[in-house]
């Protein structure tokens, strides 16, 4: 952020770098210092929410608690189909994970977007769902 006074009108002139992200069919204003420095208000709440919901369940799948992600959602009330695509994004390349998280994924991502099916190659994810390459984890584990 630069402030200046400009003597000739006499007034203070801030200058704030800051950029537009497409979030929900919308634009929201993004200043630059949150994007590394505060991701309070910088994430996406739906993709966030969605992340998390699904690892909770990938854990109560993988303890036994539940031994489908059919039963878990009739338990938790949920179709099946909605449920099954979350749970989809258990198989995101960390790093895209986390830039979600951050909020430095690509302007336009939603969740319409991530619940097309999502190639399990990391390297293949980051290309179709537009980020940024040179990750060092780029390919999904055998397994």
């Known amino acids: 952020m630069n402030r200046r006074f400009d003597e000739?009108?006499?007034?203070?002139?801030?200058?704030?770098?800051?950029?537009?992200?497409?979030?929900?069919?919308?634009?929201?204003?993004v200043p630059e210092r949150l994007q590394?420095?505060?991701?309070?208000?910088?994430?996406?709440?739906?993709?966030?929410?969605?992340i998390t919901r699904a690892h909770l369940w990938k854990e109560l799948i993988d303890s036994g608690k539940f031994a489908s992600i059919s039963e878990l959602a009739q338990a938790i009330g949920l179709?099946?189909?909605?449920?099954?695509?979350?749970?989809?994004?258990?198989?995101?390349?960390?790093d895209i994970i986390e830039a979600i998280l951050d909020g430095r994924e690509p302007d336009g991502?939603?969740?319409?977007?991530?619940?097309?099916?999502?190639?399990?190659?990391?390297?293949?994810?980051?290309?179709?769902?537009g980020f940024e390459h040179g990750n060092s984890q780029t390919e999904h584990p055998a397994t």
């Open 79 to 94: 179709e099946v189909s909605y449920a099954a695509r979350l749970y989809r994004l258990t198989l995101l390349a960390p």
């Open 36 to 50: 590394s420095t505060d991701t309070k208000h910088n994430y996406s709440e739906s993709l966030a929410l969605a």
């Open 109 to 129: 991502m939603s969740m319409r977007i991530l619940s097309q099916p999502i190639p399990l190659d990391w390297k293949e994810q980051r290309e179709l769902l």
């Open 8 to 29: 000739k009108n006499q007034m203070l002139i801030v200058d704030i770098p800051m950029r537009l992200k497409k979030r929900g069919g919308r634009r929201i204003i």
